[in-house]
């Protein structure tokens, strides 16, 4: 301070300054508040997330066991019945178009071996 200032004085630069900080105190305080509201409404997010946890494993549980199945008996099933229609197909008369007699049950017990 200079000698012609008085000790209770303040200068310009000081006064602006002061307001100056008291604007980023306010500003900060504003940036706290919204990060605050931020953080709940991740954590609430993140609860409704959470409560999903088991309806997903429950899914990839029943993905993992239709892929089983698929990779399994259900191809090799599908590629039996198409050799068998091809068979079948290669047998029938192609003048008659007629099956012979229990065909169709024959096919209905496969079809219900695939379905177990």
């Not at 305080?29 to 946890?53: C, H, K, P, T």
């Not at 198409?82 to 012979?100: F, I, L, N, V, W």
């Amino acid at each position: 301070m200079s000698s012609s200032q008085s000790p209770g004085s303040t200068s310009y630069f000081e006064q602006q300054r002061a307001e100056l900080l008291r604007e980023i105190s306010l500003s900060f305080e504003q940036v706290l508040q919204n990060i605050n509201r931020l953080n709940r409404n991740l954590e609430s997010v993140i609860a409704v997330g959470n409560e999903f946890s088991s309806v997903e494993a429950l899914w990839s549980q029943f993905e993992n066991v239709m892929a089983k199945d698929g990779e399994g008996s259900g191809e090799k099933e599908h590629d039996e019945e198409r050799a068998r229609e091809r068979e079948d197909s290669e047998t029938t008369p192609k003048g008659d178009g007629s099956q012979s007699p229990g065909a169709d049950e024959v096919k209905q017990e496969d079809d219900d071996e695939t379905i177990r």
